[in-house]
């Protein structure tokens, strides 16, 4: 969806072999990709991630973290090392990827083209609890104020940073419950579009909040549920 907005892109994640499809659409499109395979964990390769990325198309003028896990585990049978993963991954890691780009996107190129925009994935679970996912919606909430934290400071820099906060959906991470008949039914049942959502249905506000049309909009969870988190 950025890729047909007019944006190249760098795609990011622990192994290449899942981002050479999304590459390849992107290139179909007319736009430029390149794939980067960095632990989003480790900040030294976080930060040498995102100069490469810098160096390589020129410039860096939008910053979508999108990285994530969610394990299902009951807090009493929660482990350590899953505890220390799951923050290392969905907060350290957005912070990482966040403060290594703000000095990319002060840049005055990026600045007389609206600056820079910088997208964080919360979730529902972060700001609504449910049950067998302690860690994940503390992680999400972490996500969600250090997203608002972040466009304050980032505000005077010509920097807006704003936060999707997904339900739940048809993905690969949504799988536990969509394999799960009965407890989808109970799920869908309390929710007021009576459906889950559709991946499809995410990419155009990413866009939109990486957009000119969102140029006033900076701090902002925008939830998308289908209703589920005003019950």
Avoid: W
């Amino acid at each position: 969806a950025l890729a047909e907005a007019g944006a190249d892109l760098a795609l990011c994640a622990t192994g290449s072999s899942a981002l050479e499809e999304t590459a390849e659409a992107v290139r179909a499109a007319g736009r430029r990709a390149e794939v980067y395979p960095f632990e989003v964990s480790d900040p030294d390769a976080s930060r040498e991630a995102v100069d490469r990325v810098a160096r390589d198309l020129g410039r860096i003028d939008i910053a979508v973290n999108a990285a994530g896990i969610c394990p299902r585990t009951a807090s009493l049978e929660t482990r350590d090392e899953e505890l220390h993963r799951t923050f290392a991954v969905n907060v350290y890691g957005t912070f990482y990827v966040c403060t290594a780009a703000v000095p990319h996107m002060r840049k005055p190129e990026v600045q007389k083209s609206g600056g820079g925009r910088v997208v964080n994935f919360g979730s529902v679970a972060g700001i609504r609890a449910r049950p067998n996912v302690p860690v994940y919606g503390a992680s999400k909430a972490a996500v969600q104020n250090l997203t608002q934290s972040l466009a304050v400071e980032f505000a005077p820099l010509g920097i807006r940073v704003n936060a999707v906060l997904p339900g739940q959906f048809d993905t690969d991470m949504g799988a536990p419950l969509m394999n799960d008949p009965e407890a989808l039914a109970a799920y869908v049942k309390r929710m007021p579009l009576g459906r889950v959502g559709r991946a499809e249905e995410v990419p155009a506000l990413v866009v939109y909040l990486c957009s000119p049309a969102s140029s006033y909009v900076t701090g902002s969870l925008v939830v998308v549920d289908g209703g589920v988190s005003l019950q």
